[in-house]
Nanobody
């Protein structure tokens, strides 16, 4: 059974930093690409960052480029999102996500809340 469990969210002041973690189980973590998504109140869910199965390729949404870093530790089956220079607009629920093909399946974590406020 695939499980993705996020942690590390919380309240932080503008300009601060947080590191999110996503503990994965139930599948061969090192074989699948991973993504972080977020959903702000009243807005659609958006992709924040993606990392390839090996960690060699990373992509970011323009809104977080240069501030957020996605990484993974395949030995620990864990995905990370280092968030720096946080802004109030980064306030959202952050989700860990992966997918597989043949058969097509999507897997989501339960989300972790990030609030950026003075």
């Amino acid at each position: 059974q695939v499980q993705l469990v996020e942690s590390g969210g919380g309240l932080v002041q503008p300009g601060g930093s947080l590191r999110l973690s996503c503990a994965a189980s139930g599948f061969t973590f090192s074989m699948l690409a991973m993504r972080w998504y977020r959903q702000a109140p009243g807005k659609e869910r958006e992709m924040v960052a993606q990392i390839s199965h090996s960690g060699g390729d990373r992509n970011y949404a323009d809104s977080v480029k240069g501030r957020f870093i996605i990484s993974r530790d395949n030995a620990k089956n864990t995905l990370y999102l280092q968030m720096n220079s946080l802004k109030p607009d980064d306030t959202a629920v952050y989700y860990c996500y992966t997918w597989q093909t043949s058969p097509d399946r999507d897997y989501w974590g339960q989300g972790t809340h990030v609030t950026v406020s003075a």
